[in-house]
C-alpha cells in the first residue's frame, strides 16, 4: 500500500482503531478521523517511526459539510484518498415498541447517511485516479436481526445494499466496494456484557469465542490491497462461523 492514503472513520478507538494500525502497519498513510479522534494520538508517533504519514481528523460522518471539510483537511494533510474505510458507527438500543423516532433517526443518520456522505465525497479522486478500495463496516445483525436492534438492523442492512450497487457503478474505474460485516468482536462494550448473556452469545458462535478487531482488521486491510483487485460487491462476515451463506 505505499503511496496511498487511507481514511478510516470510527477510528480513535475499537476496530476502526485496529484497522488504521494494520493499514499503517502495510505501508498506507493514514487519517484517523473520528468526532473526537484525541483517543488515538499514540498513532502519530507509530506512524514515524514506521516512516509513515497519519494524522487526526475530526469528522461527524452524518453532516455532510464536517464531511467536506475533514475531506479538504486530508487531502491537504496527507493527498487524494485512494482507500475508504467507512466503519463510523453508533447504537441506540431499545424494543420497537418503546423506540423514540429520534433514536430512529440519529442511528441511521450516522450509520447509513454517514456511509452515503463519505463514500459520495471520497469516489470522485478514486474514479478520476481509476484506482480505489471502499471497505464498508456493516453487522451480522444487518443479516440475522436482533431484537432490540431495529434501528441499527436496518442501517447495517441498507450498508450491504449500498454496497453492492457502489461496486456496480464504480466497477469500470477499476474502484471495487465490498463490506464486512463483524460478528461479536471483544471490544469495552462487549467486555461489560453480564456473564450469562456472554455465555448465550458463545453458544450461538460455532467457534465459541469472540473475535477479536484484528480478526476483522486483517480481513479489511486484505480488501484494500491489491491482492483483492478482483473482489469486488462482496459482504465477508467474521463472525465465527454465526452465518454461514
Same mark, same amino acid.
Given at each position: ?35 473526537? &479522534?484525541?483517543?488515538?494520538?499514540? $498513532? ?9 504519514? #497519519? ?18 483537511a486530508v487531502e491537504e494533510g ?56 471502499? $471497505? ?8 440475522l436481526g436482533n431484537a432490540g ?44 456484557? &453480564? ?25 479489511? #486491510? ?8 478482483? $473482489? ?12 454461514? #451463506?
Amino acid at each position: 500500500m505505499t503511496g496511498r492514503v487511507a481514511l478510516v472513520t470510527g477510528a480513535s478507538r475499537g476496530i476502526g482503531h485496529a484497522i488504521g494500525l494494520q493499514l499503517l502497519r502495510r505501508g498506507a498513510d493514514v487519517a484517523f478521523a473520528a468526532r473526537n &479522534p484525541e483517543p488515538a494520538t499514540a $498513532v502519530l508517533a507509530e506512524a514515524e517511526s514506521l516512516g509513515r504519514r #497519519a494524522m487526526l481528523v475530526t469528522m461527524d460522518v452524518g453532516d455532510l459539510e464536517s464531511v467536506q471539510a475533514a475531506a479538504a483537511a486530508v487531502e491537504e494533510g496527507l493527498g487524494k484518498v485512494s482507500i475508504l474505510v467507512n466503519n463510523a458507527g453508533i447504537t441506540r438500543d431499545q424494543l420497537l415498541l418503546r423506540m423514540k423516532p429520534e433514536d430512529w433517526s440519529e442511528v441511521l443518520r450516522v450509520n447509513l447517511d454517514g456511509t452515503f456522505y463519505c463514500t459520495k465525497i471520497f469516489m470522485k479522486d478514486m474514479m478520476r485516479a481509476r484506482w480505489g478500495r471502499i $471497505v464498508n463496516i456493516t453487522s451480522v445483525v444487518g443479516t440475522l436481526g436482533n431484537a432490540g436492534q431495529a434501528n441499527y438492523a436496518a442501517s447495517k442492512a441498507g450498508i450491504v445494499g449500498f454496497t453492492r450497487s457502489v461496486a456496480r457503478e464504480l466497477a469500470s474505474r477499476n474502484v471495487t466496494a465490498n463490506a464486512v460485516a463483524p460478528g461479536y468482536i471483544e471490544t469495552a462494550m462487549t467486555g461489560s456484557l &453480564p456473564e450469562e448473556v456472554k455465555a448465550s452469545l458463545l453458544g450461538a458462535i460455532p467457534l465459541g469465542r469472540l473475535g477479536g478487531v484484528d480478526d476483522v482488521a486483517g480481513v479489511v #486491510a486484505f480488501l484494500c490491497g491489491e491482492e483483492a483487485g478482483y $473482489v469486488t460487491g462482496q459482504v465477508i462476515h467474521v463472525d465465527g462461523g454465526m452465518v454461514m #451463506a
